[in-house]
């Protein structure tokens, strides 16, 4: 009798909570293949018109080379300094009670709903020659708007939500029994920091920073009204693949599109694979 009720219980617990797993598999799969494989799969499609040797011409052309080198090169500044401030603003928001908290909790999230056309031209009039902060740099003979500095400054606006919303639910759920530990046994605030916080937030921080990249290099609206669009200076790789667009040269504009695809996939890959082994690292395994 009781073997019995063990296997009914073994039985009511396997079932699972969401009912129909076939159905419910399936309309999951068709929704993955509607909005990410087939349009994936368009560009390789649309390659079909345009030969191997003219492929390599189109991605190793000077001008879309140094596109690359400005959105990366920017795209990685900018994430690196998300990662920095992220973890400072996470951390306030999760550890420090003050006025007004929940509306500066909830700006965080600005840069995701502020359309990217505004949120450019915002940047732009901000920091021109004659805007509020440029103009105050431009005496001192620095300049931001038409600059890689510009850039980078609209990669971070848009890439820093990625960052905290990581950082911030480990924070929230890190027992703080294991700070009060380490506080009795003499350790200092900074080794609390490294030898305890650090270490379970490091994978957040990762994958924080592996979305904000990914974003910086793909943002064609918060960026190019601030970069100036300058060849070989500040122009970004949207901005190429827009012109061949504009142009009607389609599968140039796949050929580098697809350049971007891969390189953002290899960068979200590595670094997930990177936190896989951190987090069996920080458990023992």
């Not at 129909?20 to 309309?27: A, P, T, V």
């Not at 189109?58 to 920017?74: E, F, H, L, M």
């Not at 929230?172 to 046994?185: M, R």
Request: with cysteine.
């Amino acid at each position: 009798m009781q073997a019995l009720q063990k296997f009914k219980g073994k039985n009511k617990a396997n079932k699972s909570i969401i009912p129909g797993f076939g159905l419910s598999m399936g309309i999951t799969l068709s929704m993955l293949s509607f909005i990410v494989l087939i349009p994936l799969a368009s560009v390789l499609l649309s390659l079909k018109d345009i030969s191997f040797s003219e492929f390599i011409e189109v991605i190793v052309d000077r001008q879309t080379v140094s596109a690359y080198k400005v959105s990366i090169s920017c795209a990685f500044i900018a994430s690196s300094i998300n990662v920095v401030f992220g973890v400072l603003l996470a951390w306030i928001l999760t550890r420090y009670k003050f006025p007004c908290k929940r509306i500066f909790d909830g700006l965080i999230e600005l840069p995701f709903a502020l359309p990217t056309a505004v949120a450019g031209i915002s940047l732009t009039t901000l920091y021109s020659d004659k805007g509020w902060i440029g103009a105050l740099f431009n005496k001192i003979g620095v300049k931001i708007s038409y600059t890689k500095v510009g850039i980078t400054i609209a990669m971070i606006f848009i890439g820093i939500p990625f960052v905290v919303r990581s950082i911030q639910p480990i924070l929230e759920k890190l027992d703080s029994q294991y700070e009060e530990a380490a506080a009795i046994l003499g350790a200092d605030k900074h080794i609390i920091f490294l030898k305890v916080i650090f270490p379970e937030i490091l994978p957040a921080m990762l994958t924080g920073f592996a979305l904000a990249f990914a974003r910086s290099i793909g943002e064609y609206g918060s960026v190019v009204f601030i970069a100036g669009n300058i060849p070989y200076k500040t122009q970004i790789t949207p901005l190429i693949i827009m012109s061949k667009l504009e142009q009607f040269n389609y599968p140039a504009a796949t050929s580098i599109a697809l350049i971007m695809i891969i390189f953002s996939f290899i960068i979200l890959f590595g670094i997930n694979v990177l936190s896989s082994r951190v987090n069996k690292i920080a458990s023992g395994d």
